[in-house]
């Protein structure tokens, strides 16, 4: 009978698969290491022209792509007038409700696309160029006629209406025949601002007139409320924004890189 013999089991101490993973990581971190710290000051500068070249192409699409849509704004403000707010050939005139909703509807697509991007924009102003983000100040000035001229209608119906007991007859009449002619030797339109702010000055001179007056200024609303000005962040996540922050970290390496060569040079200087 063959004899018996005890099973012997041989186990190698620790894990040895982990130890092995361990020491491939480490190697493949000294071998990133090493391979930046082979990377050059210049490599960098290198890289840093052309992707400075990338980021301002990036930009530039975002700014024409704010002007075509400043442009759609204004475009609705107009709603086919020319600067004397006469109907362009072949154009159909809109009603007041409908430029309204299409003034707010390209308002909303410009304020939503300047919010949410990096629109880089310069302004001249007494021989000094300064740099801003947004869209820069407009104004509605075909919306802003439009009601004015509209309050102006209303001013002259009242007046019209209550001309028998004024003694001064006609008022809007009378500043009419004194703000025409100024328009004429100025070349104001008949719906500009200076023409309405001769209309309502000549008409606010007379005590009988107060009503109308008043009439005019709640009717006519305020210039500020057809001026914009929506402002652009100064970062954004879209592609212009990471090409813009890559370009700063890779300006930082360089800067941090030269200044430590400086600081090694100086100190060999001293050591010699």
């Known amino acids: 009978m063959a004899p018996k013999c005890d099973k012997i089991v041989l186990t190698m101490g620790g894990n040895w698969k982990e130890r092995i993973k361990r020491e491939r990581k480490e190697e493949r971190s000294n071998h990133f290491l090493s391979s930046l710290k082979s990377i050059r000051t210049w490599h960098l500068i290198l890289v840093l022209i052309p992707l400075l070249f990338i980021t301002a192409t990036l930009l530039r699409f975002d700014h024409l792509k704010m ?9 609705a403000d107009a709603a086919g007038e020319d600067e004397d707010g006469n109907l362009k050939a072949g154009e159909i005139e809109k009603s007041q409700e409908e430029i309204n909703e299409n003034i707010a509807n390209t308002l909303k697509e410009l304020k939503t696309f300047t919010e949410s991007h990096i629109v880089v924009n310069f ?9 801003f983000f947004g869209t820069g100040q407009f104004y509605l000035e075909h919306q802003y006629k439009r009601l004015a001229e509209k309050a102006l209608k209303e001013a002259e119906a009242l007046a019209a209406q209550i001309s028998d007991d004024n003694p001064n007859g006609n008022i809007y009449s009378y500043a009419n025949s004194v703000c025409r002619p100024q328009a004429i030797r100025y070349g104001w339109a008949w719906n500009s601002a200076e023409f309405i702010n001769c209309m309502t000055g000549e008409i606010s001179k007379y005590p009988v007139s107060d009503y109308i007056t008043e009439q005019i200024s709640a009717s006519i609303p305020s210039t500020a409320l057809f001026r914009y000005d929506f ?11 990471f090409a813009i922050l890559l370009c700063a970290l890779l300006l930082l390496v360089i800067i941090i890189r030269i200044i430590t060569w400086l600081i090694l040079r100086i100190a060999l200087l001293f050591l010699k």
């Not at 302004?123 to 740099?131: A, F, I, R, V, Y």
């Not at 402002?231 to 924004?241: E, W, Y």
Request: without cysteine; charged residues 20%; hydrophobic residues 35%.
């Open 231 to 241: 402002a652009s962040p100064v970062f954004a996540p879209t592609l212009s924004g």
């Open 67 to 75: 002007n075509d849509l400043k442009t759609a704004v204004l475009e």
């Open 123 to 131: 302004t001249e102003k007494n021989g000094e160029t300064s740099l």
